[in-house]
């Protein structure tokens, strides 16, 4: 069954440090998503994507976080200029459609730990 | 504003025994989907079910049982005769109808379930 896969699993970053999440989505689905999850918290909406550009961005998504499509499978996640609070699991999803009915299908997370 | 709240933390069981996982909701839209997403030990998000809110009809998948109340708002997650594999943290999320855009996924606190032999 195709999946979203992501990778590194685990990232390891100094504070200030920029970095790169990367997610291939699986292939003919056309939305595609981050997520983050705080370790002991409730899975958060930070950006979705289409058509090459942002459908939706959260309150958390700002100016040090951009998403990119830079190779028709890649989507990768960039924060800037990282914190201590940016320490989570990161999740990349997609979905078939362009319809909020469509299961978002999720890859396995990156662990960014910020020192 | 758009809300889940899974009210239930954590719940404890012994293997074999039926778990009831509450979800409730709140949105102003008259149309909407639910989800249950499954976080294992290992971490990663199973998709379980998806509902949408003009089907209110019940839903049996072996063990796996959803009851669909909109008049309460809720959208429960029976698992019947648990197992220890079931052990995980259970997600309920929501999605308002936004066509063309592709809904953004709200979800709720989680209930960490935990089966014990």
């Known amino acids: 069954e195709p999946e979203v896969t992501q990778t590194p699993s685990h990232q390891v970053t100094q504070m200030g440090q920029e970095v790169i999440l990367r997610c291939v989505p699986i292939?003919?689905?056309?939305?595609f998503y981050w997520y983050r999850q705080i370790l002991g918290q409730k899975v958060e909406f930070l950006v979705s994507?289409?058509?090459?550009?942002?459908?939706?961005k959260s309150e958390i998504f700002d100016d040090q976080f951009s998403v990119e499509r830079p190779d028709g499978s890649n989507f990768t996640l960039k924060i800037r200029s990282t914190k201590l609070e940016d320490s989570a699991m990161y999740f990349c999803?997609?979905?078939?459609?362009?319809?909020?009915?469509?299961?978002?299908?999720f890859g396995d997370g990156t662990r960014l730990s910020i020192l | 504003a758009q809300k889940v709240t899974q009210a239930q933390t954590e719940i404890s069981v012994v293997e074999k025994e039926d778990v009831t996982l509450d979800c409730v909701y709140e949105?102003?839209?008259?149309?909407?989907?639910l989800f249950w997403y499954k976080q294992p030990p290992s971490g990663e998000l199973v998709f379980l079910i998806r509902?949408?809110?003009?089907?209110?009809q019940n839903e049996i998948s072996g063990r796996y049982s959803w009851n669909f109340q909109k008049s309460t708002s809720s959208f429960n997650f029976t698992i019947t005769a648990s197992q220890v594999v079931d052990s995980a943290v259970y997600f309920c999320?929501?999605?308002?109808?936004?066509?063309?855009?592709?809904?953004?996924?709200?979800f709720g606190q989680g209930t960490e379930l935990s089966v014990k032999p």
């Open positions: 999803a997609s979905s078939e459609s362009r319809f909020s009915n469509q299961p978002q299908h």
């Open positions: 292939s003919n689905h056309l939305y």
């Open positions: 994507f289409y058509n090459n550009e942002i459908s939706e």
């Open positions: 949105t102003r839209d008259t149309t909407y989907y």
């Open positions: 509902r949408n809110s003009f089907d209110e």
């Open positions: 999320a929501l999605s308002e109808a936004r066509d063309n855009q592709g809904g953004k996924l709200i």
